[in-house]
C-alpha cells in the first residue's frame, strides 16, 4: 500500500490519459498488484501490465476481473522464480525466451501451456 500511496497523487484517472505498470521479477508481481489495487479505487484508465520474469500471480478467474486486458508476461524457461507458486497461473499472454535455442516463442493462451 505505500508504493501505491506515494504513487497515486502523480496520476489522473481521466481519458486523456493511461496508467501502463511494469515490473522485473518481484517488481513483476507489485506490478499486477498495483494494477488491480488501482483498477479496485476507480482507476479505469490501466491500459496495460508487463511483468519480466515474475512470479506467477492469482488464479485465472480473478485475473479478468482485477487486471486490464493487455497484460503481458515475459518469461525465459531456465528461471525457475516463474513457476513460482505452483498453485498461480500465469496472467495474459506471454513472450517466452528459450535459452538453449535463442529463440521467442508468443503463447496467447497461457493456461495452455
Same mark, same amino acid.
Given at each position: 500500500? %505505500?508504493?501505491?500511496? /506515494?504513487?497515486?497523487?502523480?496520476? $489522473? $484517472?481521466? $481519458? %486523456? #490519459?493511461?496508467?501502463? !505498470?511494469? +515490473?522485473? =521479477?518481484? +517488481?513483476?508481481? !507489485?506490478?499486477?498488484?498495483?494494477?488491480?489495487?488501482?483498477?479496485?479505487?476507480?482507476? #479505469? $484508465?490501466?491500459?496495460?501490465?508487463? =511483468? &519480466?520474469?515474475?512470479? %506467477?500471480?492469482?488464479?485465472?478467474? &480473478?485475473?479478468?476481473?482485477? &487486471?486490464?486486458? /493487455?497484460?503481458?508476461? !515475459?518469461? =525465459? /524457461?531456465? /528461471?525457475?522464480? #516463474? &513457476?513460482?507458486?505452483?498453485? +498461480?497461473?500465469? !496472467? +495474459?499472454?506471454?513472450?517466452?525466451?528459450?535459452?538453449?535455442?535463442?529463440?521467442?516463442?508468443?503463447?496467447?493462451?497461457?493456461?495452455?501451456?
Amino acid at each position: 500500500d %505505500r508504493i501505491l500511496e /506515494d504513487v497515486q497523487p502523480l496520476l $489522473n $484517472n481521466d $481519458n %486523456r #490519459t493511461t496508467i501502463e !505498470v511494469a +515490473g522485473h =521479477s518481484l +517488481g513483476g508481481a !507489485v506490478a499486477y498488484i498495483i494494477a488491480a489495487k488501482l483498477k479496485k479505487r476507480g482507476y #479505469t $484508465n490501466v491500459v496495460k501490465v508487463t =511483468s &519480466l520474469a515474475s512470479p %506467477r500471480f492469482l488464479c485465472g478467474s &480473478l485475473q479478468a476481473q482485477l &487486471l486490464p486486458p /493487455d497484460t503481458l508476461r !515475459v518469461e =525465459s /524457461d531456465a /528461471d525457475p522464480a #516463474t &513457476l513460482l507458486p505452483p498453485f +498461480g497461473s500465469s !496472467v +495474459g499472454p506471454k513472450l517466452l525466451l528459450l535459452e538453449d535455442s535463442g529463440k521467442i516463442a508468443y503463447i496467447s493462451n497461457p493456461s495452455s501451456s
